[in-house]
T-cell receptor, first 116, second 110 residues
Framework: EAQVTQNPRYLITVTGKKLTVTCSQNMNHEYMSWYRQDPGLGLRQIYYSMNVEVTDKGDVPEGYKVSRKEKRNFPLILESPSPNQTSLYFC???????????????FGPGTRLLVL | GQQLNQSPQSMFIQEGEDVSMNCTSSSIFNTWLWYKQDPGEGPVLLIALYKAGELTSNGRLTAQFGITRKDSFLNISASIPSDVGIYFCAGCVTGNQFYFGTGTSLTVIP
């Protein structure tokens, strides 16, 4: 089954304790992206990647890092989480080759993060 | 970053009624998108618009790309209970970077 998986689905942590949220897709997609969703603000793009070793900043990259060492995985790293990073995070992937990634952008189930 | 404002923020309607929502931006976009998000799920694409003035339908849903390229509209006709969810607009300039609206929460009362 074609899918985007995220782990963990729920996470409670404390300020300053490094964490990684994993994202994996089994569709051989070139394009992957991370978003955060906050009440009243909608989804905001954090980082995206057009292919292995190619990453670019989205709208709100501060406080986050990503890496794309292999095509299927796109982990989101919070080196020193702060309470304002408490949010619902979505990973997405798309083939990317058509130039219209949104037409087939698959979203993962979401990771709910609470930073105390 | 870019700001996309959606209105209304929330709607409570009777089953069978039509729904209208809109999205405005301070910037021009080359593509407008409309998504629906069910509780506990990620967004799912409903309609994509590529040209100013374009009107596109997907079943009971119709969306329009505003002439100024700074706004878009979504209409849902004859609403049903499964239309419940949050509707997001999104604008795209380069093709890879997306800006989402603040969302419209729709509740359909049977």
């Amino acid at each position: 089954e074609a899918q985007v998986t995220q782990n963990p689905r729920y996470l409670i942590t404390v300020t300053g304790k490094k964490l990684t949220v994993t994202c994996s897709q089994n569709m051989n997609h070139e394009y992957m992206s991370w978003y955060r969703q906050d009440p009243g603000l909608g989804l905001r793009q954090i980082y995206y990647s057009m292919n292995v070793e190619v990453t670019d900043k989205g709208d709100v990259p501060e406080g986050y890092k990503v890496s794309r060492k292999e095509k299927r995985n796109f982990p989101l790293i919070l080196e020193s989480p702060s309470p304002n990073q408490t949010s619902l995070y979505f990973c997405a992937s798309a083939p990317g080759t058509s130039g219209r990634v949104w037409e087939t952008q698959y979203f993962g189930p979401g990771t709910r993060l609470l930073v105390l | 970053g870019q700001q996309l404002n959606q209105s209304p923020q929330s709607m409570f309607i009777q089953e069978g009624e039509d729904v209208s929502m809109n999205c405005t931006s301070s910037s021009i976009f080359n593509t407008w998108l409309w998504y629906k998000q069910d509780p506990g799920e990620g967004p799912v694409l409903l309609i994509a618009l590529y040209k100013a003035g374009e009107l596109t339908s997907n079943g009971r849903l119709t969306a329009q790309f505003g002439i100024t390229r700074k706004d878009s509209f979504l209409n849902i006709s004859a609403s049903i209970p499964s239309d419940v969810g949050i509707y997001f607009c999104a604008g795209c300039v380069t093709g890879n970077q997306f800006y989402f609206g603040t969302g419209t929460s729709l509740t359909v009362i049977p």
